[in-house]
């Protein structure tokens, strides 16, 4: 017999390398998938700019802050595992997440902060995770010098004190770096975006219905920055069809989405379009995300820092012929599962592009 799963808790933890049992145990349809069906495979970088792991020469300790990386080009944040997973396996080649360094510095002052009892952060069970605000590992991608992230923290999982922000916080004033970029899976909005498309934000924007709703912010809009000339002819097909050929649904060669009307929607709630618009997420933008307009918010105090908000489509519009929420929400959580990671790829193609021709 199947056990039941939490969507919420399959997004945020599902380890498409080493999945867990709950997800084991659930049924999923592609938790089953052999290894190098459901991960990505190595890109065709060009030479000359191909991330180049940067490993210490020591392993820092966990409560070690990152003034380390004082000076460091650029730092790109992820959010979810199966983000991590090919943020490392592209960035960090040869350094799998698993060896990525912990970052617990200064946790205690976190630790009051994170109040939601489904935080990964508070989760005992895992040793990896618990009071965990993130992991990091340093990269090169040609003379620029990279800081990787996978945030332990979670706008909508960690409660009302948004801890989030000041992780965000801690990770800018250290670092210092030229550009942060924001990256990840997202929801498509409307029948147009794809399953594997990638939204380069012009603009992120919050749609607070729920625990955030009464805040001043619950509709605020943040301006990213114009994009280095170059960035999108960089996205070359040879890159980005590697792992889309992986995705059935998906367009063989992603589409880029960019400019003024490519909007990132940032919810305090997970959410998906449907055909129904159950979350009334149609016409607000072209993705939904849990983080990336709290990134612009934080990032508007440090205004000669230039960052950007990227974005793949893990899931499409999802069909909902019966208004069935509950099971157009299994259909999402299978192609998560399936192509989570996969899709992730071009996300980060794209943010490696915003580097390297910011860094020529």
């Not at 399959?10 to 991960?39: K, M, T």
């Not at 400019?259 to 159950?278: K, L, M, P, Q």
């Not at 990227?310 to 299994?330: F, L, M, T, Y």
Request: aromatic fraction near 10%.
């Amino acid at each position: 017999m199947t056990q039941k799963y939490d969507i919420e808790d399959l997004i945020l933890n599902y380890d498409p390398e080493n999945p867990q049992e709950r997800f084991l145990s659930a049924g999923l349809e592609g938790v089953a998938y052999a290894a190098g069906e459901r991960l990505p495979g190595p890109v065709p970088w060009p030479e000359k700019t191909a991330p180049v792991a940067a490993p210490l020469s020591t392993i820092p300790a966990e409560d070690e802050d990152l003034t380390k990386f004082n000076g460091y080009d650029a730092v790109i944040m992820t959010w979810t595992v199966a983000e991590a997973v090919t943020l490392a396996t592209l960035m960090s080649p040869g350094y799998s997440l698993s060896q990525w360094y912990q970052y617990r510095h200064n946790v205690n002052e976190y630790i009051p902060l994170v109040t939601g009892a489904n935080a990964p952060f508070n989760d005992r069970k895992s040793e990896r995770y618990y009071h965990s605000l993130g992991l990091y590992f340093p990269c090169r991608v040609g003379g620029a010098r990279v800081l990787l992230i996978k945030s332990g923290l979670h706008l909508d999982k960690d409660g009302e004190n948004l801890p989030i922000s000041l992780l965000i916080k801690d990770v800018i004033e250290a670092v210092r770096p030229t550009l942060f970029i924001t990256t990840g899976t997202g929801g498509g909005i409307g029948t147009d975006v794809f399953l594997g498309d990638v939204v380069i934000a012009g603009k992120t924007r919050f749609y607070c219905t729920k625990q955030f709703r009464n805040e001043p912010w619950k509709s605020a809009s943040y301006d990213t920055s114009p994009l280095p000339p170059g960035t999108l002819s960089a996205i070359t097909p040879s890159l980005t069809k590697v792992n889309a050929a992986k995705i059935e649904g998906g367009r063989l060669i992603p589409e880029i989405w960019s400019g003024g009307e490519a909007v990132i929607v940032t919810t305090d709630f997970f959410g998906f379009d449907d055909s129904t618009n159950f979350y009334g997420l149609q016409g607000r933008g072209r993705t939904c995300d849990m983080g990336d307009a709290m990134v612009g918010q934080v990032l508007q105090q440090y205004p000669k820092i230039k960052w950007y908000a990227i974005r793949n489509a893990s899931d499409p519009q999802i069909p909902n012929p019966s208004g069935n929420i509950h099971e157009a929400e299994k259909v999402s959580a299978e192609i998560y599962v399936k192509y989570g990671a996969l899709t992730t790829a071009a996300s980060v193609i794209a943010s490696w592009a915003v580097i390297t021709t910011a860094f020529p």
